[in-house]
């Protein structure tokens, strides 16, 4: 591949990233940023406000450490997939689904949420001690 190529690749992504407070409030502007950002772009996801809610509220609730922010970042490809990443600062706190299948009460069911609307979901470590919980949305069928 070209370079010239590979420019044309990377520049067809379209990238939206930004830092919030881990607070309540922080997770309802992150909704509301992606709602925002997903019309600016023109393209409409029907659940993706929803899997940022549930990922937002899991980096305030299980991943919040005092004074550290929590960090979205909405990648937008060129097959019209969007992928939502949240980063926390508790990277020693690995979310699994399993533990709302047994009735863990402390965490688990927002990714049920997620794992049901995404085509794929996972953690990845981050630096710093921290960790990306991502998860990808095929393109909404449903295009306007």
């Not at 591949?1 to 919030?20: G, I, K």
């Not at 922080?26 to 549930?54: H, I, P, S």
Request: glycine share 6%; aromatic share 4%; hydrophobic share 40%.
């Amino acid at each position: 591949m070209s370079p010239n190529s590979l420019s044309q690749v990377t520049s067809s992504l379209r990238h939206f990233t930004v830092q919030l407070s881990a607070t309540r409030r922080g997770a309802r502007l992150a909704r509301l940023l992606t709602e925002r950002q997903l019309a600016d772009w023109e393209v409409r996801f029907e659940v993706a406000e929803q899997v940022v809610a549930e990922l937002a509220a899991n980096a305030v609730l299980h991943g919040r450490v005092p004074g550290r922010d929590f960090r979205l970042r909405l990648t937008l490809h060129t097959d019209g997939a969007l992928r939502i990443e949240v980063t926390d600062a508790r990277g020693d706190r690995i979310p699994q689904v399993r533990d709302a299948v047994s009735g863990d009460a402390e965490s688990g069911r927002g990714l049920l949420i997620v794992a049901a609307y995404a085509e794929r979901w996972g953690v990845d470590e981050a630096p710093a001690d921290c960790k990306t919980v991502w998860a990808e949305l095929p393109p909404d069928r449903g295009k306007s």
